[in-house]
């Protein structure tokens, strides 16, 4: 049986692939249309999401963490149009 992750750990993991997803080499021939590099930005951003989604569910979870793990979903949509978006 796996070990359950307490949510504190799972918003620490979470920008963790947030910053995973910053720190990849952006191509020079094509940028944000390889489909490489795009592919890798969405695993990471979904990583990501998977991390957090049902903080703001769980019973037990102190508000504080509630509205930080709401805090992270808006720093993983930000990144995400930072990252695969044009300017």
Known sequence: MSRLIPAAERIVRARKFIQEARDLPIPEDMGWADFSYAAQIHDFMRQAREMI???????????????????????????????????
């Open 53 to 87: 989604k049902f903080i703001a569910y769980t019973s037990g979870v102190p508000a504080e963490v509630k509205e930080e793990s709401k805090a992270v979903f808006d720093e993983i949509e930000q990144a995400e149009k930072e990252l695969l978006h044009r300017n």
